[in-house]
């Protein structure tokens, strides 16, 4: 059985943990966001990004198929109403939206989930009406 001496955990510590917990954290200081103004097919630059929905008229957030857009499984982006327009999740052909409730976010300034679970199949969450 080998001890370690808190020099060596120290040195361990200092060299791989904090470097990790330094990058998990930097990822995790802020999501990027984008506004449209118009309705919106998902691109794979909205992975792990808040998308603003911003018009006083209706939107449409649509999910593409993977074969328009192939996100990775376990892709999340959130969708924010930032105007006073109605916001719906829309499936692209082929895809899937799994909800509790309807596709149609709540009010302004509510915000949802959505999470690519398999290929063309969506968990959606959040504030929907």
Same mark, same amino acid.
């Given at each position: 059985m080998t001890i370690s001496t808190p020099t060596a955990v120290d040195a361990v510590f200092k060299t791989s943990v904090v470097p990790a917990l330094n990058q998990l954290t930097g990822s995790l200081a =802020? @999501?990027?966001? %984008?506004? &449209? $103004?118009?309705?919106? %097919?998902?691109a794979l630059t909205d992975r792990g990004t808040v998308v603003e929905? *911003?018009? %006083? +008229?209706? @939107? &449409? !957030?649509?999910?593409? #198929? *993977?074969?328009?857009? #192939? !996100?990775?499984? =376990? %892709?999340?982006?959130?969708?924010?109403?930032?105007? $006073? =327009? #109605?916001?719906?999740?829309?499936a692209g052909n082929g895809v899937t939206l799994r909800a509790a409730s309807s596709l149609n976010l709540r009010?302004?300034?509510? +915000?949802?989930a959505i999470r690519q679970r398999a290929i063309n199949e969506w968990v959606c969450t959040g504030d929907f009406s």
């Open positions: =802020g @999501l990027a966001s %984008t506004v &449209q $103004t118009g309705s919106w %097919t998902a929905m *911003n018009a %006083t +008229t209706a @939107l &449409q !957030f649509i999910v593409p #198929p *993977n074969a328009s857009v #192939p !996100f990775e499984v =376990g %892709t999340m982006i959130m969708i924010c109403a930032m105007g $006073t =327009g #109605p916001v719906a999740i829309v009010a302004q300034y509510s +915000t949802v």
